[in-house]
């Protein structure tokens, strides 16, 4: 048994290598000088100049757009979600199953299908290519995602704390906010950042709803490749820049996330 | 609240679907002389066919790749182990990472100048041609590059599964001389099946809305090869303006996706009712 675990490790070890190493390459590619990349050596000089030049050019602008959509989406769900979730799980509610299948199918409809409403209510709104519009539509997949998470989290917390709390005379908003909110806070970072990631990840509603003013960092790595000449080395630093956040993020939540992914498709 | 947020779109989606809209003239908007006119145009496009039949092996070659090598693999790691455990985290790179970046990596991985891949099989001596603008291995290229985001999502939820499944039926069916193969199939995957089933509905799902991937390496082509029914929606409207053409077809896609939630739905009742 033992030696069948080391034999079982040892594969985990070698698949994981093989599985990464794509990305790794990538990682590589963003530290070599421009004329290197099509030499097939494996040894190189490593040099910044991928991430100097993207530093002076229009990469950071866009690095913030993203970050500002992400934001703005994560901490607005979060603000309506969670007291809906709250509500939710405290109220005898005989809907749920409901809620289950309309969350599912916010997140299963093909996004093409909210991209057209949307591009032209934006382009009446005059919200077309503005960080805030993009917010917005983040918003309506992530709604659903909160209320969905949270309402499992709140269900956790036991009823009688808030019940005592009543009694000493905490009002059921002030509860919520004392007790069961603190509570639940770990479930809340953890939503809080999946919805980050989903937001940060799109591609397909930044690359139709914007153009120059709100254009995210994703959208800009393809612009890279349609009109800089194949700028390899850059293309890849800005990879590597896109995706390091969304790292770090996945670390902290690692043993949330697949069940995050599933969201609707369980009860819990 | 929530449901305007959800159903608006979706009626303004079908109202556009019954009018010839186009930005070029705005009049179209409102125009329903010929409400299904739309519909009766996508039936008769070979073109929408051929996107519906290159979807469905699409779909159909990454589903069942990724639950046989998800299921693989979560067999091979399903052993008590810290130290696999900690494993774990590094399998979900590939289906955290965002989509763009994905495609970016697999573009690389398929462009010959630069490729590792097309280096080390040219100092083989295999030298092989761009995957990606032949127009019979395109769809596996695609294949391939989306198999290596997804495999993980399979694997880790069969790897849930699997340790949720009791030890005593194991041990029982050991002492009666089941074999390793017989104890697969007789105990453990009755057991994980209705993740198997979910795990594979999702990732249909998903499969159905690929669009990086696609988009950055091959736009559809070469000749229309890759062009799935998400792709060949999004061409019509977005790069030909035929806003009440692309909205039909987004219709018809969304009533797909939700005959297709709706069994999820069902199934991921049973998967924790049993």
Redesign the interface.
């Known amino acids: 048994m033992i030696r069948r675990r080391g034999i079982a490790e040892g594969f985990g070890v070698l698949i994981l290598g093989v599985v990464l190493l794509p990305a790794l390459w990538l990682l590589q590619m963003s530290f070599r000088h421009n004329d290197d990349i099509m030499s097939a050596s494996w040894r190189f000089v490593p040099t910044l100049e991928n991430y100097t030049s993207l530093w002076n050019g229009q990469f950071p602008g866009s690095f913030v757009h993203s970050l500002l959509a992400s934001g703005f989406s994560t901490a607005f769900s979060l603000l309506l979600g969670v007291p809906a979730a709250y509500a939710l799980a405290r109220a005898q509610f005989r809907g749920a199953r409901q809620i289950g299948l309309w969350i599912l199918a916010t997140r299963m409809a093909p996004p093409i299908a909210f991209t057209i409403p949307f591009f032209l209510a934006f382009t009446w709104a005059g919200l077309m290519d503005t960080v805030t519009g993009l917010a917005l539509i983040y918003v309506t997949f992530n709604l659903a995602l909160v209320i969905w998470s949270m309402r499992g989290f709140f269900a956790a917390v036991p009823r009688s704390l808030e019940e005592a709390a009543w009694i000493d005379g905490c009002g059921v908003w002030s509860a919520f906010l004392r007790i069961a909110l603190p509570l639940a806070a770990p479930g809340l970072a953890a939503t809080g950042i999946l919805c980050f990631i989903l937001s940060w990840n799109d591609f397909f509603f930044a690359l139709i709803l914007t153009r120059t003013r709100a254009m995210t960092a994703p959208v800009a790595i393809v612009n890279f490749m349609q009109y800089a000449g194949w700028e390899w080395g850059k293309i890849a630093a800005a990879g590597v820049l896109v995706m390091l956040p969304v790292l770090v993020f996945t670390f902290l939540v690692r043993a949330y996330l697949v069940s995050g992914l599933m969201a609707g498709g369980v009860k819990e | 609240m ?2 305007v ?2 159903l ?3 009626a ?2 079908l109202v ?1 679907s019954l009018t010839p809209l186009t930005p070029v003239n705005p009049d179209t908007a409102f125009d329903f002389s010929d409400p299904l006119g739309n519909y009766r145009q996508i039936i008769a496009t070979d073109e929408f066919w051929d996107s519906v039949w290159v979807q469905i092996e699409l779909s159909v070659v990454t589903v069942v790749t990724q639950v046989l090598v998800g299921l693989g ?1 979560a067999l ?2 399903d ?3 810290r ?2 455990e900690a ?15 994905v495609a ?6 398929y462009t010959p ?2 490729s ?1 891949l097309h ?1 080390l099989l040219a ?1 083989l001596g295999l030298p092989i041609h761009s995957l990606i603008t032949d127009a019979r291995t395109a769809i596996w290229a695609i294949a391939a590059a989306d198999t ?1 985001e997804w495999f ?2 399979t694997m ?2 069969l790897l ?1 599964a699997l340790q949720m499944v009791p030890k005593e039926p194991q041990e029982a069916a050991r002492i009666d001389g089941a074999n390793a193969t017989q104890l697969f199939w007789h105990v453990r995957l009755p057991y994980i099946r209705p993740t198997l089933v ?1 795990a594979a ?2 990732r249909l ?1 998903d499969s ?2 690929a ?2 991937l696609i ?2 390496l091959t736009d559809g082509g070469p000749g229309g090869a890759t062009e799935v029914t ?1 792709y060949y ?2 061409q019509q ?2 790069n030909f303006s035929y ?1 009440g053409y ?2 039909a077809v ?2 018809l ?2 009533a797909g ?2 005959i ?3 069994v ?2 069902r199934m ?2 049973e ?2 009712d049993d």
Do not use: C, E, H
């Open positions: 929530l449901a947020v959800t608006g779109p979706a303004y989606l556009t693999l091979l790691l052993r008590p182990s130290f696999l494993l774990r985290t590094g399998f979900l790179v590939p289906m955290v990472l965002p989509p763009i970046v970016i990596i697999w573009k690389i991985i100048d630069i590792p280096q100092w290596w993980p999502f880790l939820m849930a979910v509905l999702f799902i159905i809305k669009f990086p988009y950055v998400n929606a999004f409207t977005f806003w692309g909205s987004a219709t896609m969304v996706v939700f297709l939630s709706l999820v739905n991921g009742g998967a924790i």
